[in-house]
């Protein structure tokens, strides 16, 4: 059974790493990058029916006649035409798309709903007809060098502005294409440059493979995430960090780990970044990237990974455990200055900082505070912040960063360890 919808508010989320790999499976089998022409192009903008009522004529890709009778209402129909049309002294023909049309289809009433009312757009190509992403505006507008608010203008005149800028001059331009699994219902979701190269999502499966190959050791699946956009998984090495936690000598067990990202429709990169989970807690750092262009090497991006993120796990470590002999004097002070230093403050809010500063800084009060206690709090914060996405991902990554702080930054004395 399909876990796919091609409503943009498509969302899945889950632990397991099998089921994680059947979806990308699936989103890979169901799109494609397709060179199209800007002049063989044709816009449909959505037109409201009580605004302009004619006949209405088979659609090309959906078989039956919408006929607009008194059982079919306007909340049911999606009318679209040709743009010429709308110029021209004769009456506009529209093309009519029921509700039914796409349930029988496979579609969804997001879908539909989203078409009729978002996007308000599709695109006719070599006799395929095309749902779009209400995002693709900005890549589309971007083809013909159209910037500003009038990119989201949903309206007939920059619809009609666009096509007649896009049937000046031929461009070879890249369309992502999603398709309904056992559906003829396809959607644009961007339209790239002629040098935009799609990674099919399947990379996750080939890079984590080969991740595991290197350390020798099964990763964990953490958590995932899966929208129309941004696909993100976080897996970890639990043997892996028990081994170097004996290697350091530290009474703290942190696991080791990796959070790859990548985005098929130009949202995001294709990433790979160092995380440390500690109790229920993760924080991330930073890490690699990779463009959608005539340069990527899956080959060249896991070979940097294992140089840049994982060679590099036992340096995380071994900062964290020189911090066991730096005292700090005033736990609290010592807070105030690193939320506004490694930028928490700015992720969290200032109203909540000034709450969330006492009440850490209450856990460290004791004769013998190290900056290692210090840092461990601090890394164990995002667990404890119940935040949006965006800024619990900004969290995630500043408090990384206080394992990299000179020492300075906590205070000047030393103490003996005790034994």
């Given amino acids: 059974m399909s876990c796919i919808d091609l409503s943009d508010d498509f969302l899945l989320e889950g632990p397991d790493l099998k089921n994680f790999f059947c979806i990308v499976d699936e989103l890979a089998t169901n799109t494609t990058a397709k060179t199209m022409l800007t002049t063989q192009m044709e816009l449909l903008p959505v037109v409201d029916a009580n605004v302009i009522k004619n006949s209405f004529i088979p659609n090309l890709s ?6 607009p009778d008194s059982e079919i209402t306007n909340q049911e129909i999606i009318c679209l035409g040709q743009i010429r049309s709308y110029f021209s002294e ?3 023909t529209l093309q009519g798309i029921s509700l039914n049309q796409v349930l029988e289809k496979g579609g969804s009433k997001a879908l539909f709903e989203e078409a009729k009312e978002k996007s308000r757009l599709f695109i006719r190509y070599e006799d395929q007809f095309y749902f779009t992403s209400p995002k693709l505006p900005e890549t589309l507008c971007a083809r013909v060098q159209m910037f500003g608010g009038c990119v989201y203008d949903n309206s007939l005149e920059r619809a009609a502005f666009i096509m007649s800028r ?11 294409i999603r ?3 056992g ?16 990674v099919p999502q399947t990379f996750f499966k080939k890079t984590i493979h080969a991740l595991q190959s290197a350390i ?7 958590r995932w995430r899966i929208d129309p956009f941004i696909s993100t998984i976080y897996f970890s090495f639990p043997k892996l960090g028990k081994k170097l936690q004996q290697q350091y000598s530290l009474p703290d067990f942190l696991i080791p780990g990796i959070c790859l990202t990548t985005s098929d429709t130009y949202d995001a990169s294709i990433s790979a970044r160092p995380t440390w989970q500690i109790g229920k807690a993760i924080v991330e750092g930073h890490g690699i990237l990779m463009a959608h262009d005539n340069k990527v090497s899956l080959q060249r991006f896991n070979r940097e990974i294992k140089k840049e993120i994982i060679d590099r796990f036992p340096e995380f470590l071994q900062r964290l455990g020189t911090f066991r002999d730096v005292y700090v004097s005033d736990p609290e002070k010592t807070l105030s200055h690193l939320f506004v230093r490694l930028k ?3 992720a969290v809010g200032k109203k909540r900082t000034l709450t969330l ?3 850490r800084a209450e856990d460290l009060r004791n004769d013998r505070c190290c900056a290692y206690d210090l840092i461990l709090n601090l890394l164990q914060l995002p667990a404890d912040c119940s935040l949006s996405e965006s800024s619990a991902k900004k969290l995630r990554r500043a408090v990384y960063d206080a394992v990299f702080l000179d020492e300075k930054q906590y205070g000047k004395k030393t103490v003996d360890r005790a034994e």
């Fill in 62 to 67: 959906f078989s039956g006649v919408v006929k």
């Fill in 90 to 92: 004769a009456p506009p």
């Fill in 166 to 176: 896009l049937r000046q001059e031929t461009q070879r331009v890249t369309a992502l």
């Fill in 179 to 181: 398709t309904l699994p």
């Fill in 183 to 198: 559906s003829s219902i396809r959607k644009i979701m961007i339209l790239g440059s002629e040098n935009y190269v799609y």
């Fill in 216 to 222: 020798g050791e099964e990763v964990v699946c953490q």
């Fill in 344 to 346: 928490v403050m700015k």
């Fill in 357 to 359: 500063i006492p009440e």
